[in-house]
């Protein structure tokens, strides 16, 4: 039993960790800016034919989607790839954050009032313009907040009910915005139009210097701005992603996707805990709501949430590597820029090399080519693109709770209960009379002090 | 029978033959002291059913501070559901468990867990990717106090917390003898180390009662030997009962205080490792009534 | 010296307020939910009556995918996702077939041999497709955590919807087809549709509960579903009865979607979630496993979800799938056995 030479597999504490350790954080800093310096510095000054194609096959428009997706896929992935909840409806979230946006950023329908608190519209407009920062936190503890009110009495079901259950959810709550023109007669969320001109992200004291416009709409120009925004708002959340699984919150998630039964006698509070990632979720999912009403489409409406919004985010995780913040990032890049220009242009692509016309028919296929690669990666590699640790021995084999549903506990206690069906009356009679005879101390029939109530 | 009887009723204690644990004095009824406070754990007239079977029968337990209680019985008596009863996997159709004094009937596994309740499991229930340091933090989760904010922000409250328990984790690792394994993976260990691990973690609970499940099978004579010193060492130098479900009764009659016997459901016989040993009714129990040549076996 | 202290205290065993606080709920519900149709009753009972039809209709081909839901899961324990979708392609092979290529426009008795056409080739093509998707995916996730096969499922129906929504199948927008209904009509219920799936549906029911309960194959379904290793020692082909019991499941969505594209004659790429989750509730509402139960859930659904729509007393077609869905959820989390199932005895 020679372990004395085990090598260290646990984490380093904090203050020993090495350069090489900061790699991947490094690299994503590196690339944001890079890509922000790219747009704005480099391309326009470079000849069409170089500028051309990487703006066609990477447009910004399209870069800021994949950022603000990558914001959801990080949610998601506290909740799937953390805690190992499969979550179908976490489009709810986006909703409310997005609708979150259009009550705070916005002049809705009839509500008549004026409140600006550091708004980037002028002072003379309608309606309520709170700063984008703040409605994104203030859109993040709305979300998490619902993520409880659902959590609380479904995260104790097994997971294909929750997995159903959340799906219910998702499409309740888009049932809902879409009837949010007509509830007990009043407007709450404008119905299937939604909220439209949703205040532009204000950038606050850089507005000011001038360098920066006050508020980035969504012109090509200010679109650029939005790579670092949207950039720091997915370094947030990676950050958090990163160190809120550290200590007992991430050990408890590990081990409760392990096995949740030993967890549980070990001390670890289950729907709690699941709870926590629930609503670390949601929280992101607010902000990327938010992000993506102010900052990508400029309106909240029912039609963008949907079922399939759901699974592609989803796909995202489990593409990328579920429980791994980088390859679910990665994860988030690369489906939503298929999703949103990659296929067209791989169209683009196909049909000056073949002659074919596939740029207007491939981006139709959106769904069919997500579908199989989902159903291909479960088959071929459940683990993602780029694993985490742990993932790849989880995925693989069935938890301790799923193959046998109590273990040996209620294995042997199902079979204790079968030995009682064979068991005979009278012989039990006898035993317990002679039970009697030989503990007196336990026997019924000795004088007893008086009860305690 | 009638020696057995003599014996069980004896007031003042049984010397035991072997070097084993001291004299256990049973309390007559009618004494002062209450069940419920005086015991660390106290099932009171536990019924389980399912359905229309009766697994356990009204039965009723008590385990003080500082002992060593064995549960046996034959296959099917009804020892795992009870024990799934204590700790709070099964719910009792009647009946109530107190821990510490405190009624647990309605209280859930993870609640009684930080309470002072701790387990092992019969087929070994570690998280196997985790290292066996990290498995032993685990446990340390009812005793922890950092909350999301502090973990995000690594504050030095949080840090130091993480430090201790590390700490407390290794200390606890050396003390069940796996000090070296600390950064290996659960699923490496041996056998031997995995129960070991196991106890470990379980006792980072920092319970006042430990519920082995089957602790010694798979263990060779010398393995046995040097697990009965180790619950000794845990019963007096860690204020901790420990509550066994065991089969081998070489260990049981050594180490343990007191016996209960299961049989079926029902309490067939409770009292010193010398009452059970020449009970009838147990060996009964566990043989049939095919008669006692092979009850002489029995006695270890 | 330890001392032990033992003694039999007389304390009353406690009664668990638990399952009695449940059934006296379980009343409440039932109640609220009795007084609520008499109410619709009695405020206007032709609307009634012309709701209650309709939730018949309705009820009638929930129980059909409600069963296919229910077969699978009893025997894998897999909540086959994409049973719904490729109930909704059902629903569009059999409008393409029936108007298309067959040319049904008004639907009278000459309508009946394209009727059975359509049943045949629907059926035959839901219990394919849902074999395949057996064979070339699920078989090999069997030994896998349960997120594998879920998301498998899921990745299926996404496909299924791809493909209907491609402009050559369906497109994305709902699409109305020729058919009329000729005949009386009562309460605004044509009696001929409802006369139609009563026909269809019913023979299948019992033909699907005399398959289960009578037939060797149903006896292998059975132990399948109760131990699949133990059946294996007996010597049941486990694969096959799988096999068999994803056949018989996607051939019943094959039935329901052709009768449901004849109620309804429209089709939409997005029938399939929604009536999906609305079948699933159902069959968790008699009892996931059971099928008794799925046809009794998938009635009641129908007609609280039609009365709903339609009774005096309703929140409107809106609010429809809000409230199956708040059914299901307090199901989940009350009574997670439903009607006819057996207590689990898993606890968190």
Known sequence: MATSTAPRTSAPSPSRRSLSHYRWPIGYVVVIVGLFLLYHFILPNLVTQVSGPVTAWLPVATLNECLMWAIMALGLNVVVGYAGLLDLGYVAFWALGGYTAGWLMAAPFNWTWDFHLFGAVAKTYPGTHITFWLVILIAGVLCAILGLIIGAPTLRLRGDYLALVTLGFGEVITQFFRNSNDIAGRNLAGGDGGISIIDPIGTGPFGATGLVPPGLSNGAQDNVYKILVLGLLVGACLFISLRIREGRLGRAWLAIREDELAASMMGVPLVRTKLLAYAVGAFFGGIGGVANAAGITGAVSPSGFDFGKSVLVLLMVVLGGMGNVWGVTVGAFLLAWLNSNGLKQIGVQLDSWFGTTLTATLPRYNYIILGLLLVLMMLYRREGLIPEKRTKALMNTPSRTEMESMGAESLEAAAETAAVEKADAKTDAGIAASAAAVSPVLDESTPKREDRS | ?300 | MATLVVGGTKRKAKVRLGPVVERALGFVVLGLVAIWLIANIVSDPNRFLGSALVGLQNGLLYALVALGYTMVYGIIELINFAHGDLFMLSTIVAAGLMVSVMGVGQLGVGTILPLIVALIVCMAFGGFINVSAEFLAYRRLRSAPKLAPLMTAVGLSFIFRGIAQQDYVNGSAQKNWAVVWGGPVVEGVFVYKLLMVIVVTVPLLLAMTYIVSKTKVGKAMRAVAQDQDGARLMGINVNGTISFVFALGGALAGAAGVLYFLVQTQTYYDTGTQLGLIAFTAAVLGGIGNLTGAVVGGLAIGIIQSINEGGAYGLGSNWSQSVVFLILIVLMVFKPEGIFGRPTTEKV
């Open chain 2, 1 to 300: 029978m009638s020696e057995s009887l003599a014996d069980a009723t004896q007031i003042g204690g049984t010397p035991n033959s072997s070097d084993g644990p001291p004299p256990v004095t049973p309390v007559a009824p009618g004494g002062n002291a209450d069940p419920v406070t005086s015991n660390v754990l106290y099932a009171d007239h536990i019924t389980i059913r399912f359905g229309g079977l009766v697994a356990v029968n009204d039965v009723s337990f008590a385990i003080p501070p500082k002992s060593v209680i064995s549960l046996i019985g034959p296959n099917g008596a009804g020892k795992t559901t009870f024990f799934n009863v204590l700790t709070g996997l099964y719910e009792a159709s009647e009946g109530t468990v107190y821990l510490n004094g405190k009624d647990v009937t309605p209280i859930k596994p993870h609640k009684r867990a930080a309470m002072g309740m701790a387990r092992t499991f019969q087929n070994i229930r570690l998280f196997g990717l985790m290292t066996a340091e990290e498995n032993v933090m685990v446990a340390m989760h009812p005793h922890l106090k950092s909350g999301v904010l502090s973990t995000i922000f690594r504050t030095p409250g949080q840090r130091r917390e993480e430090r201790e328990a590390r700490d407390t984790a290794r200390e606890l690792l050396e003390y069940v003898g796996i000090g070296k394994a600390e950064g290996e993976l659960a699923r490496n260990l041996s056998y031997g180390d995995q129960r070991r691990l196991e106890i470990a973690r379980a006792m980072a609970l920092r319970p006042k009662i430990l519920l082995l499940d089957e602790p010694t099978a798979g263990m060779n004579p010398q393995e046995s030997q040097q697990f009965n010193d180790f619950v000794y060492r845990v019963r007096d130098e860690r204020d901790m009962s420990v509550l066994l479900i065991e089969h081998d009764m070489s260990v049981i009659m050594k180490i343990s205080e007191r016996i209960t016997v299961l049989d079926r459901g029902n309490l067939i016989a409770e009292g010193t490792p010398d009452d059970i040993r020449n009970n009838q009714t147990v060996i009964e129990a566990y043989l049939g009534k095919t008669g006692t040549r092979e009850g002489k076996r029995n006695k270890s």
